[in-house]
Each structure stands twice: as C-alpha cells, then as structure tokens.
C-alpha cells in the first residue's frame, strides 16, 4: 500500500499536466475554433505513472487529416521540442507524438478517433466496481514498465491490455474483499501474477470481459475468423469493439508472462513462515523485491513538487476561453 500511495498521482502533477494540455488546447483553437479537444488514456482515468504519456483527440471536420498542420503550429509556438515532434502519418491510428519544453511530458494527439474516449468511460466504470483496480494497475505498470515490457510496438503489454487482464482476474478469480473498502491487496497482487504467471493456458484461452467476463476456447475464435488468420498469443477481446483482438501486437507475451512467474515466486518466498529468516528481510519491503524507482523518476517528481507545488494549490488552469481547466472539463 506505502508504493502505491507513493506512486499514486499528485495534485502538482496533475496540475502540470493540465497545464500542458491548456497550451495544446489553446494552439488547436487557434487554428480550428469548432474543433473538440478530449483527453482519455491514462490521465482521464487517474491510473498514470509519473512518466506516463498525455493522450488527447481532436474531433472536427478535414478531408485529410491535418496532422502537418497541427505539426507545424506546436513547432511555430514552441510548444514542443525541437527535436521531439513526429508525425506517423503512416501507422493504423495516425498520430503526432511531442515532448512538452516545459515539463518533459510526452503527448500523443490523434484525430476523429472515438475509441480511446470510450475505453476511459469503461475504465472509470470498472474503477468504481472494483475498489482495488487502481492499485493492481498502478503497481503492475511500474512493473511493467521497469522491465520495459510495457510498450505494444516492442511486443510487451500495453496500459488497455493490462487493465482488461485486471478486469477479468477480479471478475472470474473472485474474492469477497475484491469488492470491498478494506481488501488484501498483497494477496490479490500475489494471485495475479500466479494466475498469469503460472496457470493461464495463453496457447487455448483467450480472455473476455463482457456479461460478467468468461475465458473464450481459441478454437472457438478462430472458427469466425478469416481464412489463414488464428488468435494472438495474447487474445484479449476487445468488449467495446467485437472482432479486435486487443493483445494482438503482444508477440512478447510469454517474456511478460516469465516476468509475472518471478514476481509470483519472489512475493511467495517473502511472505512464506520462513521469510523471516532471510538475509534483508527487515531492511526491504516485500514489494520493493520486485519494484523499484529509479532515482531519474525521484528527482524529476520532486522538481515537480517544487515548481507546481503551490500553484496547484493557489492558481487554476485556464483554457483559451478563460475558463477554468480541469479533467472533468474534457
């Protein structure tokens, strides 16, 4: 509970990032004043890292997406740096990825994409079914992330694949403190990583979240797909768009799969009767076996504190209008 609360986002952080999006907002606007800004991913939902990425959408009307447009104002108005704007025009979801010059946060802006604002709605909906949610995929993405499998276009597992893998252990691995204000959040992080470490079949299961959630017979799946096209290491049914296979770009699976089976290993012998008798057991916490911060991530998160500190407290972020800024408004 100490990592998670010590992970958690912070009022300065979040404050900075709203700061960051009001600029992008601001330059959209400015070019197309009937355009609709949204943010969703893993700000909108709360369940960010301090390193996490800003995903925002532009809603409008273009014969062809503006992307170069858009690209070429963030530069103009020094917005992003220099050298981080890309645009990947070719990609299935076309996007303009930037790091902010202020603040070093990474921001990824698509166009006219609606499913990205539909899986927050899901997640913010599960979040309030499943107090503990939060917290198993906070620590799993730190988990992830230090082992840098958690990217989907090096193969590892992205923040919706994790979540929806979250959604379904709660759902079909049920304990009566899942659902409750005061549950045992090792032993629910424990079972996690035995069930996707150690039990689940990734060559004849698929996963399902839909009417309660449900394990899906890969053979059954494959017989309503095409011709010479067979589920994904990682089937994962994507509940808000049937047929899209969430976990299909997961071809490292089975490494994040050994990666749970260690934290599955290392958290069993830690909390065993003997534990007490291992050399270090008092000066590390259990969970601090498996997860650590770098100092990188310490440092920039108190710079954080200290520049946004206050501000979080005294000044309200105002979008082009003048109004106000805050998650709600998106």
Known sequence: MDFYEYISPRPEEEHMRLEVVARIHRVIKDLWPNAEVQVFGSFSTGLYLPTSDIDLVVFGHWETLPLWTLEEALRKRKIADENSVKVLDKATVPIIKLTDLHTEVKVDISFNVQNGVKAAKLIKDFKQQFPVLPYLVLVLKQFLLQRELNEVFTGGIGSYSLFLMVVS???????????????????????FFELYGRHFNYLKTGIRIKDGGSYLAKDEVQKGMLDGYRPSMLYIEDPLQPGNDVGRSSYGAMQVKEAFDYAYVVLSHAVSPIAKHYPNNKSESILGRIIRVTQEVAEYRDWISVEWGQRSNNE???NCNGKTLSLSSF
Do not use: K, M, T
């Open 316 to 318: 309200p972020v105002l």
């Open 169 to 191: 252990f709660l759902q079909l691995h049920y304990r009566e403190d899942a659902c409750s204000s005061n549950p045992n959040l090792g032993v629910l992080l424990i079972e």
